[in-house]
């Protein structure tokens, strides 16, 4: 199992808004720039703890969300301040 998903959306509104949507709920996410390995276009990503994908999955499906991709990620948080709420 991975550690955190890398939550992709077509757009940077929908990244804005899926983030927010998540935060409101007490799900820990974090705006953070797609790793050069997932895409070569420069924008950011959703990245949540694996454990709580499903329901930030649900709570954005709510707002009329989706993920275009989601990637796996083993191994350190993208970022100190990745979960940080």
Do not use: Q, W
Not at 22 to 40: H, L, Q
Not at 71 to 80: D, Y
Request: glycine share 8%.
């Amino acid at each position: 199992m991975s550690d955190h998903l890398y939550m992709i959306f077509e757009s940077m509104s929908h990244v804005l808004a899926a983030e927010r949507a998540a935060r409101k709920e007490g799900i820990s996410c974090r705006m953070v720039p797609i790793p050069r390995n997932m895409s070569t276009d420069c924008g950011m990503c959703v990245s949540v703890k694996s454990e709580e994908g499903p329901a930030f999955l649900e709570i954005i499906e709510k707002k009329g969300l989706k993920p275009r991709k989601i990637e796996e990620h083993k191994g350190p948080e993208p970022g100190s301040r990745c979960y940080s709420s």
